[in-house]
């Protein structure tokens, strides 16, 4: 349950792009518990209808169905919510695309389409919202991953996805300063019950190998990211722009060094 208390975003819009599963979701759910008028996107229009299903019981939610890869869709979309919720107060990007395999292993289009729908998404997504932000007062919300500073085994495509996000997220946060638009970033740790971590520890000895690399003993919930996303939209952080937030219990701190290749099929390889 979110510590922060009821009707934080009252009056407000907020737009989360990949937010009909996982920990974007979560994120709309607190938005909308909170008070905001809320309204999600992704690709298939049956996880749009669930999710909106679900949010409305809790206040008001709209969905949308739209490939962040395409530019004039997600613009589509975001018009559409403009058109009934006025300016916007909140967007977040968070469609994400990822699968582990070694670059060897990744064709040139899979590499392309991680980079498509995570950097080049979230370019799509903040910049289709720009001309519709509330200015001054808008803030804007990148979801990247730990791979966009820490080596690891498999990711190299995401590794650059993400690290383009990173950036992408101090430089609009310059050049739209003026306008008083914030931008940040947050970046989950290994999170419970999420399809990310499902891919990347999908053995108990692999989870528990992540579970030694983080300080705080544990995985984090989506309640824990959702509470983050919460603050950074809120006027508590209103003199909050340009940051790259780690939520991962510390995770970040351990992670100087890459797992090698034989370290990772070892982990992959164990039993119980």
Same mark, same amino acid.
């Given at each position: 349950? !979110?510590?922060? =208390?009821?009707?934080?975003?009252?009056?407000?819009? =907020?737009?989360?792009?990949?937010?009909?599963?996982? #920990?974007?979701?979560?994120?709309?759910?607190?938005?909308? &518990?909170?008070?905001?008028?809320?309204?999600?996107? *992704?690709?298939?229009?049956?996880?749009?209808?669930?999710?909106?299903?679900?949010?409305?019981?809790?206040?008001?939610?709209?969905?949308?169905?739209?490939?962040?890869?395409?530019?004039?869709?997600?613009?589509?979309?975001?018009?559409?919510?403009?058109?009934?919720?006025?300016?916007?107060?909140?967007?977040?990007?968070?469609?994400?695309?990822?699968?582990?395999?070694?670059? @060897?292993?990744? $064709? !040139?289009?899979?590499?392309?389409?991680?980079?498509?729908?995570?950097?080049?998404?979230?370019?799509?997504?903040?910049?289709?919202?720009?001309?519709?932000?509330? &200015?001054?007062?808008? *803030?804007?919300? $990148?979801?990247?991953?730990?791979? *966009?500073?820490?080596? *690891?085994?498999?990711?190299?495509?995401?590794?650059?996805? &993400?690290?383009?996000?990173?950036?992408? @997220?101090?430089?609009?946060?310059?050049?739209?300063?003026?306008?008083?638009?914030?931008?940040?970033? #947050?970046?989950?740790?290994?999170?419970?019950?999420?399809?990310?971590?499902?891919?990347?520890?999908?053995?108990?000895?692999?989870?528990?190998?992540?579970?030694?690399?983080?300080?705080?003993?544990?995985?984090?919930?989506?309640?824990?990211?959702?509470?983050? =996303?919460?603050?950074?939209?809120?006027?508590?952080?209103?003199?909050?722009?340009? @940051?790259? @937030?780690?939520?991962?219990?510390?995770?970040?701190?351990?992670?100087?060094?890459?797992? !090698?290749?034989?370290?990772?099929?070892?982990?992959?390889?164990?039993?119980?």
């Amino acid at each position: 349950m !979110s510590h922060f =208390a009821p009707f934080l975003l009252a009056g407000k819009s =907020a737009f989360v792009a990949g937010g009909t599963s996982g #920990i974007n979701l979560a994120i709309a759910e607190a938005y909308v &518990k909170a008070g905001a008028r809320v309204a999600v996107l *992704s690709r298939k229009q049956e996880k749009v209808d669930v999710a909106v299903a679900h949010l409305a019981r809790f206040g008001t939610a709209s969905g949308y169905a739209a490939d962040v890869r395409e530019y004039a869709a997600v613009e589509a979309a975001l018009k559409a919510f403009h058109a009934v919720a006025g300016p916007i107060d909140i967007v977040v990007s968070g469609a994400a695309g990822n699968f582990v395999a070694p670059a @060897t292993g990744i $064709s !040139s289009n899979g590499f392309r389409t991680v980079l498509e729908i995570d950097l080049l998404g979230t370019f799509h997504v903040l910049r289709a919202s720009f001309d519709l932000l509330r &200015k001054p007062g808008a *803030s804007l919300i $990148s979801v990247s991953a730990p791979q *966009s500073t820490a080596v *690891s085994f498999g990711q190299s495509h995401v590794s650059a996805a &993400k690290a383009g996000i990173d950036m992408l @997220t101090r430089c609009l946060a310059v050049e739209w300063g003026a306008e008083g638009v914030r931008v940040n970033a #947050i970046v989950p740790g290994p999170i419970e019950d999420t399809e990310g971590m499902a891919r990347l520890a999908p053995t108990p000895a692999v989870r528990r190998a992540f579970e030694r690399t983080v300080p705080l003993g544990r995985f984090g919930t989506k309640q824990d990211v959702a509470n983050l =996303a919460l603050f950074m939209a809120s006027g508590a952080a209103q003199y909050m722009t340009g @940051t790259v @937030t780690y939520c991962d219990g510390g995770q970040v701190l351990t992670m100087g060094g890459a797992m !090698s290749p034989a370290a990772m099929q070892q982990l992959l390889t164990q039993g119980d």
